[in-house]
């Protein structure tokens, strides 16, 4: 009976945990709590996905996102307010504090009214510029809604994100189209590693301030794909940070409205599918990096096998000090996709690699995989220790955009030989020569002092008597 009802309050928890890998704690900031309900299918699809979702206001004051150094909250939405800010407990200080804290952020942006100074700092703090003007909307005139927007062109109807490289893993692919009402737009920083575009515009768009009423736009905010409307930033922690441009487009009303493009056929909107995918990568239940275990050793390499079979461990796992001979370095690595961890899959055009460095590297090796288990892939290198003593490191530094990063680090002590590990001189073919130059004079020497031993003079005694 105990055991039966260990195993009821163990699945219990893990269906109230969720399906994130970092928590289902979930405060949604909303300034009218009568606002809600334009999003309803968005909260049914993040409840049914096990988030334990509480609703606040920016102006209340017991609102905190940190208690005693802790996150009270694994994820926070931040939903456009109204007036100029978020209030005491959402400066740009405390929503950096809770990156810091491994904490996940989904801001959402309107062009129906200002962008806050708040969030324009906060957004400069992570080098994500906004219009200056803070009401600029995206205008594309060849790519939008002709049903709701056939007079202002706001609206605009994009492709579901593709990869825009072959070693990246797509999160945010799918064949439908986007309804993109009245988005914001985003300029990213070139020189950060941490930013990364989720979805672009086309290139006819530009940004528009719809306040000027202009027949003509002279010097526009940006234009075509320079334009970011949704934006991703994944800190060094790995904490994430994710830019909606259109907050509208989490409305019940484009979950499922049918659009239709210029010169095309009415279609229904991917935008219940994309939102999916996008709080899915923002709190963190897809491309989670995990190191279980990392080993290495003393290897010695078997000529009359292949692949890791001809490996064969020396000693112990792990020493703290080497000398010159062969070693193998292996990590084992676990991918966490929406429920469980997986093993990892790099992609052939992809490379794991591991370097063994001291000041620079010595060794830069691509990592094979070797073995995988139900839920890990052990991934493996065997080469030999450079002939230089000091204080080298194993390292694995796999970083990419959209996957957590996978930093490995251990130290060790690589040695000289010592006077008595040398080979022998006479299992050396090349000091054969002067071990018989050595023997040579030797001999030749012992042969030459025998020989004027032997050969002596003889010596005759004198005659007569010995004269005073």
């Known amino acids: 009976m105990r055991l ?30 009568t606002e809600q309900v334009k999003y309803s299918k ?58 810091n804290k491994n904490g996940n952020i989904l801001l959402a942006l309107s062009g129906e009214s200002a962008t806050p100074t708040t969030i324009s700092s906060l957004l400069l703090e992570l080098d994500i510029h906004l219009p200056p003007d803070r009401t600029s909307l995206v205008i594309d005139h060849f790519s939008y809604d002709t049903i709701s927007a056939s007079d202002k062109h706001d609206v605009l109807l994009l492709p579901q994100p593709s990869s825009s490289r072959a070693d990246l893993r797509n999160f945010f692919s799918g064949d439908g189209t986007i309804a993109f009402p009245r988005g914001v737009a985003q300029e990213l920083a070139n020189s950060s590693p941490l930013l ?32 970011s409307l949704v934006s991703a930033m994944q800190a060094r922690n790995s904490a994430r940070f994710t830019v909606l441009g259109s907050v509208e487009s989490l409305e019940d009303t484009w979950f499922d409205a049918t659009v239709k493009s210029v010169g095309g056929t009415g279609e229904k909107t991917a935008n219940r599918e994309f939102a999916k995918q996008l709080t899915e990568w923002t709190f963190m239940e897809v491309g989670v990096l995990r190191v279980d275990r990392v080993d290495h050793y003393l290897s010695v390499i078997d000529p009359q096998k292949s692949g890791n079979d001809s490996v064969a461990q020396l000693g112990h796992l792990n020493p703290k000090i080497y000398r010159v001979k062969n070693d193998t370095f292996t990590v084992e690595l676990s991918e966490y996709t929406h429920t469980h961890w997986s093993p990892l899959n790099v992609p052939s055009s992809d490379a794991l690699q591991m370097e063994f460095s001291m000041l620079s590297p010595f060794h830069r090796l691509a990592l094979i995989p070797i073995s995988q288990s139900l839920n890990s892939t052990v991934y493996s290198a065997t080469f030999t220790l450079p002939d230089q003593h000091g204080i080298f490191s ?75």
């Not at 039966?4 to 300034?31: D, H, K, M, P």
């Not at 060790?412 to 010592?418: C, G, L, P, S, Y």
């Open 4 to 33: 039966l009802l260990s195993c009821v309050l163990f699945l219990f928890s893990g269906v109230a945990y969720g399906l994130s890998s970092s928590g289902n704690r979930l405060l949604v900031v909303i300034e009218e709590a």
């Open 42 to 99: 968005f909260w049914i699809d993040l409840k049914e996905r096990g988030y334990s979702i509480t609703f606040e206001s920016p102006k209340n004051e017991r609102l905190a996102l940190l208690k005693h150094g802790e996150r009270a909250f694994d994820h926070v939405i931040l939903l456009p307010p109204k007036s100029k800010g978020l209030g005491p407990a959402l400066t740009p200080k405390i929503l950096l504090d809770f990156i």
């Open 196 to 227: 990364t575009p989720i979805l672009n515009a086309k290139t006819t768009a530009y940004s528009y301030n719809p306040k000027e009423e202009a027949e003509t736009v002279e010097d526009p905010f940006a234009t075509g794909t320079q334009i």
């Open 394 to 468: 194993f390292k694995v530094n796999y970083k990419r955009p959209f996957m957590t990063s996978v930093d490995v680090k251990r130290e060790v002590t690589v040695r000289h030989f010592a006077h008595d590990e040398w080979p022998r001189s006479w299992m050396i073919s090349g000091g054969w020569v002067w071990i018989a130059g050595v023997w040579i004079t030797i001999t030749g020497w012992v042969a030459f002092v025998a020989i004027w031993l032997w050969s002596e003079p003889a010596y005759e005694s004198a005659r007569g008597k010995k004269v005073q």
